[in-house]
Nanobody, 119 residues
Framework: QVQLVESGGGLVQAGRSLRLSCAAS????????IGWYRQAPGKQRELVAD???????NYADSVKGRFTLSRDAAKNTVFLQMNSLKPDDTAVYYC?????????????WGRGTQVTVSS
């Protein structure tokens, strides 16, 4: 089992920055990837960025060059540094982790944190 706790959301003006944190606990040794999704009202939930246990990162085209995903393995925490924020970045951001178990792969979700970017 994996538990995920997000923090760092808030209200920010366009062009400014925020940093989101996701702390994982439980069976973290089995996590194969961890990252962030977001969902705006009336839209599908989409992948923002994730990182594998080998350190390979993936970013949505809309955030490349603006967002950076990093990790602190000792603390089982990942960070999403969001720079040059745009109103289109407004969404609920969810931490997501994938764990490989004996029966296959399992997904875990945090409760979400609201990011609002004003124009």
């Amino acid at each position: 089992q994996v538990q995920l706790v997000e923090s760092g959301g808030g209200l920010v003006q366009a062009g400014r920055s925020l940093r989101l944190s996701c702390a994982a606990s439980g069976s973290t040794f089995s996590i194969s990837s961890i990252g962030w999704y977001r969902q705006a009202p009336g839209k599908q939930r989409e992948l923002v960025a994730d990182i594998t246990s080998d350190g390979v990162t993936n970013y949505a085209d809309s955030v490349k060059g603006r967002f950076t995903l990093s990790r602190d393995a000792a603390k089982n925490t990942v960070f999403l540094q969001m720079n040059s924020l745009k109103p289109d970045d407004t969404a609920v951001y969810y931490c997501n982790a994938v764990r490989e178990g004996a029966a296959g792969f399992f997904e875990y979700w945090g409760r979400g944190t609201q990011v609002t970017v004003s124009s």
